[in-house]
């Protein structure tokens, strides 16, 4: 009978254990493992001296204080620019309307629309028989409708706003329409009178 003292076979080097259980980003066939290299032996990104890093930052904050400056520049000289005419506002809690030289803005709760007066076709409003809803409804050419129904805080409201409203459309929607038909009349004169036959 034989008897070995001692193990011929060498021990196995012990490895670290991959797998999910593990290490949950490390998935067979899809990732490489992680590598456990010490921090030192990873290379190192190349980093700006401070005073270029400051350099860049200070351009990057004047570059964006610019822009806000001239927007603000730009904003104040819109609102310098507001033409003295008829103005109408209403709104309530969640719905707003504005209707001025600009055109109509509509809006609700966050969503906001804006028409230019030359693409408007017609603005009709509305009231509710009971209770205090004033419609308006602002018709385009291409035959939409945008309606938004305004909570007035009185009856007595509508008759004040449709007076305003209609300062307004006088004022600026009427103008296109007063152009055209001048053109129309001038062209109409500049044609030679027909011939009777």
Not at 1 to 30: C, N, Y
Not at 35 to 63: I, L, M, N, S
Not at 66 to 86: C, H, K
Not at 172 to 196: Q, T
Request: proline letters at 8%.
């Amino acid at each position: 009978m034989e008897q070995r003292i001692g193990s011929s076979s060498q021990p196995l080097k012990a490895e670290p254990v991959k797998g999910a259980g593990f290490d949950p980003a490390h998935i067979p066939g899809l990732t490489a493992p992680a590598t456990t290299e010490p921090e030192e032996a990873r290379p190192r990104q190349a980093e700006q001296p401070p005073a270029v890093a400051e350099a860049v930052a200070d351009d990057a904050g004047t570059a964006g204080e610019e822009e806000r400056q001239e927007e603000e520049r730009q904003e104040e000289e819109r609102q310098e620019e507001v033409v003295d005419g008829p103005v109408f506002e209403a709104a309530d809690r969640r719905a707003r309307i504005v209707a001025d030289h600009e055109g109509v803005r509509l809006g609700l709760d966050d969503q906001e629309c804006e028409f230019r007066w030359d693409e408007i076709g017609a603005v009709e409003t509305a009231t509710s028989r009971f209770g205090k809803l004033f419609t308006i409804t602002v018709h385009t050419p291409d035959r939409r409708w945008y309606p938004i129904e305004i909570q007035a805080p009185a009856r007595a409201s509508f008759a004040e706003w449709e007076t305003r409203l209609d300062a307004v459309l006088d004022a600026y929607f009427e103008d296109g329409a007063a152009d055209e038909d001048a053109a129309d009349d001038e062209a109409a004169a500049d044609e030679p009178p027909a011939a009777d036959a």
